[in-house]
Nanobody
Framework: DVQLVESGGGSVQAGVSLRLSCTAYGYTNKFNCMGWFRQAPGKEREGVAVINRRGTTRYADFVTGRFTISKVNAEKTLYLHMSNLKPEDTAMYYC??????????????????WGQGTQVTVS
Protein backbone atom coordinates (compact mmCIF):
# COMPACT_ATOMS: atom_id res chain seq x y z
CA ASP A 1 0.00 0.00 0.00
CA VAL A 2 0.97 3.65 0.07
CA GLN A 3 3.04 5.11 2.87
CA LEU A 4 3.19 8.85 3.56
CA VAL A 5 6.11 10.17 5.59
CA GLU A 6 6.16 13.73 6.91
CA SER A 7 9.12 15.73 8.15
CA GLY A 8 10.13 19.30 8.88
CA GLY A 9 8.21 20.11 12.03
CA GLY A 10 9.76 21.70 15.07
CA SER A 11 9.55 24.26 17.85
CA VAL A 12 9.86 27.81 16.57
CA GLN A 13 9.15 31.35 17.62
CA ALA A 14 6.24 33.34 16.28
CA GLY A 15 6.89 35.14 13.04
CA VAL A 16 9.34 32.67 11.51
CA SER A 17 8.88 30.34 8.55
CA LEU A 18 8.90 26.56 8.38
CA ARG A 19 8.63 24.07 5.53
CA LEU A 20 7.00 20.69 5.94
CA SER A 21 7.65 17.81 3.56
CA CYS A 22 5.67 14.66 2.81
CA THR A 23 7.09 11.89 0.67
CA ALA A 24 4.84 9.18 -0.73
CA TYR A 25 6.04 5.61 -1.17
CA GLY A 26 4.14 3.11 -3.28
CA TYR A 27 1.53 3.37 -5.98
CA THR A 28 0.18 6.92 -5.87
CA ASN A 29 -1.41 7.22 -9.32
CA LYS A 30 -4.77 6.25 -7.86
CA PHE A 31 -4.92 9.51 -5.92
CA ASN A 32 -6.27 12.72 -7.42
CA CYS A 33 -5.22 15.01 -4.62
CA MET A 34 -2.97 15.38 -1.62
CA GLY A 35 -3.19 17.77 1.25
CA TRP A 36 -2.06 19.01 4.62
CA PHE A 37 -4.23 18.82 7.69
CA ARG A 38 -3.62 19.72 11.30
CA GLN A 39 -4.93 18.79 14.69
CA ALA A 40 -4.42 20.75 17.86
CA PRO A 41 -4.98 19.15 21.29
CA GLY A 42 -8.67 18.84 22.03
CA LYS A 43 -9.70 19.93 18.56
CA GLU A 44 -10.84 18.14 15.43
CA ARG A 45 -8.50 17.57 12.53
CA GLU A 46 -8.91 20.38 10.01
CA GLY A 47 -7.87 20.94 6.42
CA VAL A 48 -5.06 23.42 5.79
CA ALA A 49 -4.28 23.18 2.07
CA VAL A 50 -4.80 20.71 -0.76
CA ILE A 51 -3.46 20.30 -4.28
CA ASN A 52 -4.80 18.18 -7.12
CA ARG A 53 -2.96 16.32 -9.84
CA ARG A 54 -2.96 19.36 -12.11
CA GLY A 55 -1.55 21.58 -9.40
CA THR A 56 -4.71 23.45 -8.53
CA THR A 57 -4.61 24.49 -4.89
CA ARG A 58 -7.16 25.31 -2.24
CA TYR A 59 -6.57 26.76 1.21
CA ALA A 60 -8.46 27.02 4.44
CA ASP A 61 -9.65 30.52 5.22
CA PHE A 62 -7.41 30.81 8.27
CA VAL A 63 -4.29 30.45 6.11
CA THR A 64 -4.77 34.08 4.95
CA GLY A 65 -1.93 33.89 2.44
CA ARG A 66 0.69 32.72 4.93
CA PHE A 67 0.98 29.12 3.69
CA THR A 68 1.83 27.70 0.28
CA ILE A 69 1.30 24.11 -0.79
CA SER A 70 3.36 22.67 -3.61
CA LYS A 71 4.53 19.33 -4.96
CA VAL A 72 7.27 17.77 -7.01
CA ASN A 73 5.71 14.88 -8.92
CA ALA A 74 8.97 13.24 -9.87
CA GLU A 75 9.95 13.04 -6.21
CA LYS A 76 6.43 12.15 -5.02
CA THR A 77 6.90 14.88 -2.45
CA LEU A 78 4.42 17.38 -1.10
CA TYR A 79 5.45 20.57 0.65
CA LEU A 80 3.84 23.12 2.91
CA HIS A 81 5.72 26.37 3.29
CA MET A 82 4.44 28.26 6.30
CA SER A 83 5.42 31.85 6.97
CA ASN A 84 4.66 34.30 9.76
CA LEU A 85 3.77 31.46 12.08
CA LYS A 86 1.50 32.20 15.01
CA PRO A 87 1.00 30.38 18.31
CA GLU A 88 -2.43 29.28 17.09
CA ASP A 89 -0.71 27.34 14.31
CA THR A 90 0.61 24.94 16.95
CA ALA A 91 -0.63 21.46 16.04
CA MET A 92 0.29 18.09 14.68
CA TYR A 93 0.43 18.42 10.92
CA TYR A 94 -0.56 15.48 8.74
CA CYS A 95 -0.19 14.68 5.09
CA UNK A 96 -3.07 12.87 3.38
CA UNK A 97 -3.86 11.51 -0.06
CA UNK A 98 -6.88 9.94 -1.76
CA UNK A 99 -9.40 10.25 -4.58
CA UNK A 100 -11.64 13.00 -3.31
CA UNK A 101 -14.32 15.07 -5.03
CA UNK A 102 -13.34 18.69 -5.40
CA UNK A 103 -16.03 19.87 -2.99
CA UNK A 104 -14.71 17.68 -0.17
CA UNK A 105 -10.94 18.08 -0.43
CA UNK A 106 -10.49 20.12 2.74
CA UNK A 107 -12.50 17.58 4.78
CA UNK A 108 -10.30 15.24 6.79
CA UNK A 109 -12.93 12.49 6.83
CA UNK A 110 -12.73 12.26 3.01
CA UNK A 111 -9.20 10.79 3.20
CA UNK A 112 -8.13 7.24 3.99
CA UNK A 113 -4.37 7.52 3.57
CA TRP A 114 -2.45 9.41 6.22
CA GLY A 115 1.08 9.99 7.39
CA GLN A 116 2.16 9.71 11.00
CA GLY A 117 2.27 13.48 11.48
CA THR A 118 4.91 16.05 12.35
CA GLN A 119 4.59 18.39 15.32
CA VAL A 120 4.74 22.16 14.87
CA THR A 121 4.96 24.23 18.04
CA VAL A 122 4.96 28.02 17.84
CA SER A 123 5.70 30.11 20.92
Amino acid sequence: DVQLVESGGGSVQAGVSLRLSCTAYGYTNKFNCMGWFRQAPGKEREGVAVINRRGTTRYADFVTGRFTISKVNAEKTLYLHMSNLKPEDTAMYYCAADRVPATRRLLARAYNHWGQGTQVTVS
